[in-house]
């Protein structure tokens, strides 16, 4: 986190000259490297159908579960950032049928209620609050639907990838939603960066991701939702995935004193386990581990 604070302000330490219009080309730039066209597959997986094939007493289950995970101070208008863990607690021994792999053609599956949850997850309904709250999400366990290039998929359906699309929904809002938007400085100027961006390093794209965040106009949140998160609690990506839970968590903790407030939100149909330890600070993130 520090990196990128200390990237945009300079190596002498005084704020680079930077307005909107250079802002808006750096951003563009940013786009066009991360593929905006390609990362836009994931959010919209669940934007028709929304519940198809959960059951009314799955689905009851989960919007309890929401609710409950409502009442944290995280979920009031205007509080300060953090984190929430929501565990729906499925046993996949138990109901095996609860957790049949995704396609392509079907894309959905018969996945968590938790995932349709998260696709329509809106923070209380506060109109003025909502006018100034971004909303980005990504769900781990929807397939790349182009199996053609075995590379873009390990890509696509990884950490990396919805680092990508993270930053690019961001962007998308920032363009719409705030016109006066201003970076203090260019990363793209700064040695290897356009390099790490192209092959889509992870300490580059969160470094990216947090500039974004820590320089957006006072009174505009960020709501970030990740569903299924244990999708990526495996041997090959773990080490991504804790890396980047790690500056994202970090970020949540920063902004939870600032004007911007950074509410990182992670379900699970069943029970997280690798990222339990980022709630062990009672100081920020004390309770915030609601199971079903």
């Not at 201003?182 to 793209?188: A, F, I, P, T």
Request: net charge negative.
């Amino acid at each position: 986190m520090a990196n990128a604070i200390h990237t945009l302000t300079g190596r002498s330490g005084m704020e680079l000259p930077f307005g909107p219009g250079e802002s808006k080309e750096e951003m563009a730039t940013y786009h066009e490297i991360l593929k905006d066209e390609l990362s836009s597959w994931n959010q919209n997986a669940f934007s028709s159908d929304l519940w198809q094939g959960i059951d009314e007493e799955r689905k009851r289950k989960a919007m309890k579960l929401q609710e409950k995970a409502f009442k944290k101070p995280l979920f009031q208008p205007k509080t300060t950032g953090g984190m929430v863990l929501v565990n729906l607690n499925e046993d996949p021994k138990a109901n095996p049928e609860y957790f049949e792999p995704q396609t392509p053609k079907l894309p959905t599956g018969k996945s968590s209620p938790m995932s349709h949850l998260a696709a329509e997850w809106k923070n209380k309904n506060d109109r003025a609050y909502q006018s100034n709250l971004i909303t980005i999400k990504w769900f781990c366990s929807i397939p790349f639907p182009n199996r053609a290039n075995e590379d873009e998929i390990k890509l696509q359906e990884s950490p990396r990838g919805m680092m990508c699309s993270l930053i690019n929904q961001l962007l998308r809002e920032i363009f719409e939603r705030f016109p006066e938007y201003e970076l203090k400085g260019s990363l793209l100027r700064e040695g290897s960066f356009t390099e790490r961006l192209i092959n889509r390093e992870i300490k580059a794209l969160c470094e990216l991701f947090s500039a974004l965040i820590i320089y957006l106009d006072p009174g505009a949140d960020v709501m970030c939702v990740i569903d299924e998160i244990t999708r990526y609690e495996t041997d090959q990506l773990s080490e991504e995935l804790d890396y980047i839970i790690k500056q994202l968590s970090a970020l949540a903790r920063i902004q939870s004193g600032e004007p911007v407030a950074f509410k990182l939100v992670l379900t699970c149909q069943s029970r997280a386990t690798q990222i339990n330890e980022y709630f062990d600070n009672p100081r920020y993130f004390k309770d915030n581990i609601v199971d079903g």
